[in-house]
């Protein structure tokens, strides 16, 4: 999981857990052997890389803004 999370360094993704309750989003700032700091509104969060089973952009729309309801 830590090389595919390093594809995504600098860009603004969506962070699913494993248990399907958790979801984060925010630009990720680096990535470690256990772990991954997220930024959001300029507050860092570290996260467990041992619990994450999907990274994805933040989808946009045809006109290049963030879509403002993600369902999956």
Sequence with gaps: MKEL???FIDRECMIYSF???HQFDGVIKAVTDGAM???KNGKLE???LDFVIR???YPV???GKKKSVVLD
């Design 46 to 48: 570290a996260i467990n």
């Design 5 to 7: 999370a390093e594809k």
């Design 19 to 21: 248990d399907g309750s």
């Design 55 to 57: 990274i994805r952009e």
């Design 61 to 63: 729309n045809k006109k």
């Design 37 to 39: 700091l997220v930024e």
